[in-house]
C-alpha cells in the first residue's frame, strides 16, 4: 500500500478531480441557479426557465442524481470491460496481460452487474418512497 502511494503522482489526482468537477458543474449549477424561482412557478410552469417541475419534491432530485451517478459507473464499467478485452486480445502469448485482462474483464462484469441491480433497486425504493409502489405483486 506504501509503495503505490509512493508511485502515485498526487498532481495528476488532483487534475482528475478538478477536471470531474468541472464537468459536473453544468449539471448541478442550473439547479441551484433556478432554485429561487421554484416558488415563483408552483401549479405553471413555463417552459424557459429551465426549471423541471415534474421533479420538485425530495425523493425525485435523489433518484435524479442515483441515477447519473449509475450511469456514469456503468460507462466506467463498460470502459473497463473494453481495456481488459483490449489487454486480453494483445497479450500475445504474455501470461501476466493476459491474466491483467481476464481479472479486467471478469472485475468489469461483476461491476456491470451490481450497477444494473442497483438500478433495480433504486427504482423499486423510489416507487415506495413517493407512493406509486402498489400494496402487492398484482398491481393496478
Known amino acids: 500500500m506504501k ?16 477536471v470531474t468537477v468541472l464537468m459536473l458543474a453544468p449539471v448541478v449549477l442550473p439547479s441551484v441557479a433556478h432554485g429561487q424561482l421554484v416558488n415563483q412557478f408552483v401549479g405553471r410552469c413555463p417552459a424557459d426557465t429551465g426549471v ?8 425525485s432530485i435523489f433518484r ?12 466506467a464499467a463498460v470502459v473497463m ?43 423499486i425504493v423510489y416507487r415506495f418512497v413517493s407512493g406509486q409502489g402498489s400494496g402487492g405483486i398484482m398491481g393496478p
Do not use: H, M, P
Open 52 to 59: 423541471r417541475c415534474s421533479e420538485g419534491d425530495i425523493a
Open 64 to 75: 435524479l442524481i442515483i441515477n447519473w451517478a449509475l450511469a456514469i459507473a456503468f460507462i
Open 3 to 18: 509503495q503505490t502511494l509512493k508511485k502515485l503522482n498526487w498532481l495528476n489526482v488532483v487534475q482528475i478531480v478538478l
Open 81 to 123: 470491460l473494453i481495456y481488459g478485452g483490449f489487454l486480453y486480445i494483445t497479450s500475445a502469448g504474455n501470461t501476466e496481460n493476459a491474466t491483467k485482462g481476464k481479472t479486467a474483464i471478469l472485475n468489469a462484469l461483476i461491476g456491470i452487474v451490481i450497477i444494473v441491480l442497483s438500478y433495480i433497486i433504486v427504482q
